[in-house]
């Protein structure tokens, strides 16, 4: 008989005599299998360690949460991975799925050596928020203004609530301005960023906020909604260009893995095709009583 979910003719003789039948040559490609097997390469192929596959005409087997699909020395399993739903064997691509929860970790890991060179804390937080924003695929807000105030932490702290935010809802970095000087004795003109994650601040509220700066007698230099967090990160003094280029790549790949769906079975028929237009009617070859009466 046949193997592997392979059929073949009812008057096939497996093996054959002489010039008789063989297996390669009569058996057919396997069209069903047994419950957690799938069909490859024309055969019933058993679904690997901790997948499934609930469909006799399935394609493809599914990992079980918690895991995804990876190719190891050309067969495929299913390795551990926090948060993996749906991951497909074999996958599409012919490469391994990507674990999302380990490449975030491996960007996370970057990102704290990145954030160990800087030693302003406010530059530090911004640079956090710049770096979160790279791992989860989002830009960020930005509002540029100039503030009057006795120290940068003042300054800060009065954008915010001119902006009518907490300082919760961004970062904000404070540098005396260079150009303004001194117009009051106790007070200095600070040029001061407040940058927002875009998860944070809609941009309703970034413009908003830019209404009441004004309200509040604030010069808004310029504000930005979708500003990129790597080319704001390469600006930060103190950030190590080394570090940066691998955290980039780090971030990006977490990002590309979060932002992908996830494999599915395909165990599901395709769909039904909407039926074909009625044919318009035959013409008349003869003429009926009706038609004499008519003309």
Known sequence: DCTAGRTKAANSAIPGTGDGETEASACGAASSCSANQYISG??????????????????????????????????????????????????????????????????????????????????????QLLADAAIAGEKVKKITLKEEASDKDSACSSAFTKAGMKSTDGACVATASASSGRRRLSATTYDVELVFSSSTVSESKLSAAVNSLKANGVEVVKSESAVDPIAELENIPGVDSTKLTTFKTEAKAAADAAAAPADSSSTSPPPVPPPPPSPPPPKKLVLDEDDHAAG
């Open 42 to 127: 024309g055969v019933c192929t058993a679904c690997p360690a901790q997948s499934t596959s609930d469909d006799a005409k399935s394609k493809y087997c599914v990992c079980d949460g918690g895991h995804y699909a990876i190719k190891t020395a050309g067969v495929w399993n299913c390795a551990a991975c926090e948060g993996a739903t749906g991951s497909r064997i074999p996958q599409e691509s012919g490469e391994d799925a990507k674990c999302a929860s380990a490449l975030k970790a491996a960007a996370e890991k970057s990102r704290a050596a990145l954030l160990d060179d800087i030693a302003d804390e406010s530059l530090k937080k911004k640079a």
